[in-house]
Every structure is written in structure tokens, then in C-alpha cells.
């Protein structure tokens, strides 16, 4: 059984989420979220809380043991790329938007009984 989960519009780029999202790829939930806890990043922090919300999903709707679920797709992607009303001046008259990046992160988690 696979149980997946989301989290939306984070506020940090693609490059800075997946470094600390792919150092728990394929290990045990409960072991990961110990991981993700001890990692200084802030895309830790957010990698942790969707870890939570998953474990929690599984057991909550499905009734699983989150001993036996173990991480089997955990990913970043790129998130909407609007940028904000604010603007730079630049040389020569010109004027820039500030680029904020925002991105998404997915979960899935394998049941193995």
C-alpha cells in the first residue's frame, strides 16, 4: 500500500529542498524523521513536517504501523514562479521584479508488512 502526501508554496527553491530530502530517501519513516531533525537546514524543516503529516495519514485512515512503512518517493519540484510587485532599478533606466522562488514537495511511503 502506498500512502502519499504534499506540501505547496514553500517558500525556498527546488536546489535547497532536494539537498536535504534526498538523504532520507529509502529509509524507514520513523529512522528519517530522527534524520531530518538533526539536519541544519531549513528545507529540513519542512521535509520533516510532510514526513509527520504522512506517518500520521497512514496510521489515522488507513490503521498501518508506522514501524513497517519505509520512504519510497520523496521529491522537490518547482513551485509558481511569480514574481512579487516589487521592483530593482538597474542601470540604464531599467527596472527588474524580485524573483521569489517557491516550490513543492511530494512524499510517497511503502507499506511493507
Known sequence: MIISAKLT???SSE???????????GHKATLALEELKLIRKKGATFAYKLLQSAIANAENNFKLDKEKLYIEKFYATEGIKSPMR?????????VKPYRRFRSNLYIELKYVA
Open 9 to 11: 508554496g514553500i517558500p
Open 15 to 25: 536546489k535547497k529542498l532536494s539537498r536535504s530530502v534526498e538523504l532520507v530517501r
Open 86 to 94: 516589487r521592483y530593482r532599478f538597474e542601470g540604464r533606466g531599467r
